[in-house]
């Protein structure tokens, strides 16, 4: 005798139990699916869903941006906006008011 003819075998009396108890292949099936749809759920309520939420505060951030804005770069520069170009910022930093080019997108954040 085999693995898989042992297996059978010990599978039918638990497969006629449950058939004689009134459950169905739909609810095995059923069970089966329920976890994953479940571990999906919860993904996306504590990873998906927050991620989005802070892309869009991101995105309005970036949107509106003014000259004279004080901004911190991601690289930690702070300075003040001097120019906006469609994708580019122009930040004077400095007591000297040296004047540096970023990409909008390199900006983490407003200061007051």
Known sequence: ??????????????AGAAE???????????????LP???????????IRPQRKREKQTKE???ALKVGDRVVSIGGIIGKIAA?????????VGADRAKIVLE???I???RQ
């Open 1 to 14: 005798m085999n693995l898989l003819s042992i297996i059978k075998v010990a599978a039918e009396p638990a």
């Open 20 to 34: 004689a108890a009134g459950a169905t292949p739909l609810d095995g099936l059923l069970q089966a699916l329920l």
């Open 37 to 47: 749809v479940l571990m999906l759920v919860v993904f996306y309520f504590l990873l």
């Open 61 to 63: 951030m970036l949107a």
């Open 84 to 92: 906006i170009k469609d994708d580019t910022v122009t930040l004077e």
């Open 104 to 106: 909008r997108s390199a």
């Open 108 to 110: 983490r954040g407003v």
